[in-house]
């Protein structure tokens, strides 16, 4: 089992750029859900979904978007990027949402 | 709502020093509680979690936690902790449905010889 992956490691995006990040998942969990983690901040949920085609806002949804289209993936959207969308990306899997959460490595994304 | 309060943002311990990490909760039925750790540049890792049952529980790398309803806890205790403990620690409650899971802001530990 791979676990959760994310990709990008690292990306670099200028102010109004956009971009996907990519997560997917293995272990065939229902539930899937993005954190951003700011120094000081611990973790803020982004977005979450409960099943393919069933998304909801979390904490700090506002610029970004999600869809669900398949159990395995849960892409992350930043339609126009700004400075204060830097931060540590982390998405996350589980069987059901207060359930314990399997956390992908993160994707450091840096708005220049 | 659930709430998870974490009082300490930065605890120093020594190395071979016994070591707890306070956590505090708020929900308003029976709690499922996490601990989780962050290394350096990593991805949160869970150490351990309690669902029901025996109120003290062992988690890996020689951590447990003791769950008190009473207090609305669930402190993170290690009896020696090791230079490789130094991390970012973060406690967790969720439930048995879909509301999501609600993490404390984090405790980071520092460990000096």
């Known amino acids: 089992n791979a676990g959760v992956t994310q990709t990008p490691k690292f990306q670099v995006l200028k102010t109004g750029q956009s971009m996907t990040l990519q997560c997917a998942q293995d272990m065939n969990h229902e539930y899937m859900s993005w954190y951003r983690q700011d120094p000081g901040m611990g973790l803020r949920l982004i977005h979450y979904s409960v099943g393919a085609g069933i998304t909801d806002q979390g904490e700090v949804p506002n610029g970004y978007n999600v869809s669900r289209s398949t159990t395995e993936d849960f892409p992350l959207r930043l339609l126009s990027a700004a400075p204060s969308q830097t931060s540590v990306y982390f998405c996350a899997s589980s069987y059901w949402g207060g359930g314990e959460q399997y956390f992908g490595p993160g994707t450091r994304l840096t708005v220049t | 709502a659930q709430s998870v309060t974490q009082p300490d943002i930065h605890i120093t311990v020594s190395e071979g020093a016994s070591l707890e990490l306070r956590c505090n909760y708020s929900y308003g039925a029976t709690p499922y509680l996490f601990w989780y750790v962050q290394s350096p540049g990593q991805g949160l890792q869970l150490l351990l979690k309690?669902?029901?049952?025996?109120?003290l529980v062992q988690g890996i790398k020689g951590f447990e936690a003791e769950f008190k309803r009473s207090q609305s806890s669930f402190n993170l205790r290690k009896p020696s902790v090791h230079w490789s403990d130094a991390a970012e620690y973060f406690c967790a409650v969720g439930n048995s449905g879909n509301t999501p899971l609600v993490f404390g802001k984090g405790t980071r530990l520092s460990v000096i010889a």
């Open positions: 309690y669902f029901s049952g025996d109120t």
